[in-house]
């Protein structure tokens, strides 16, 4: 029903980067809203990115280039669907877990931008 259900942060502008729940410490560069299972689609390799910024099931906010980056921080790791995980009940919880265990300095240093994520169920 498109209603906010959880929100992520992305953090690849300090220190060695993070990934955590919760709106972002600092101002996010870039904010994207899309559904748990469009997040899954995306961060498996399923939907395009472009394809759904194009049909409306992501909506990017802030800097819109800095979400161009987010195919080699997406294709960068390979992620697995997961059953719903956490409090919130969503899938997408327990990929942006495995996002952050594959963060990197060097993938920082590349990106530099917090990202902030808006899932909806």
Do not use: H, R
Request: hydrophobic share 40%; charged share 20%; proline share 3%.
């Amino acid at each position: 029903d498109g209603k906010p259900a959880g929100t992520w942060t992305v953090d690849l502008k300090n220190g060695s980067g993070s990934v955590y729940e919760g709106a972002a410490k600092e101002k996010a560069g870039c904010t994207l809203t899309l559904s748990d299972d469009d997040f899954v689609a995306l961060v498996s390799g399923k939907l395009d990115s472009m394809k759904a910024f194009m049909s409306g099931k992501l909506k990017v906010g802030g800097n819109v280039m800095l979400a161009q980056k987010l195919k080699g921080i997406l294709g960068n790791q390979t992620l697995q669907p997961q059953p719903a995980a956490g409090t919130s009940g969503l899938q997408a919880a327990a990929l942006f877990d495995q996002m952050a265990k594959g963060l990197t300095p060097d993938l920082v240093e590349k990106t530099k931008a917090i990202f902030q994520w808006t899932i909806t169920k």
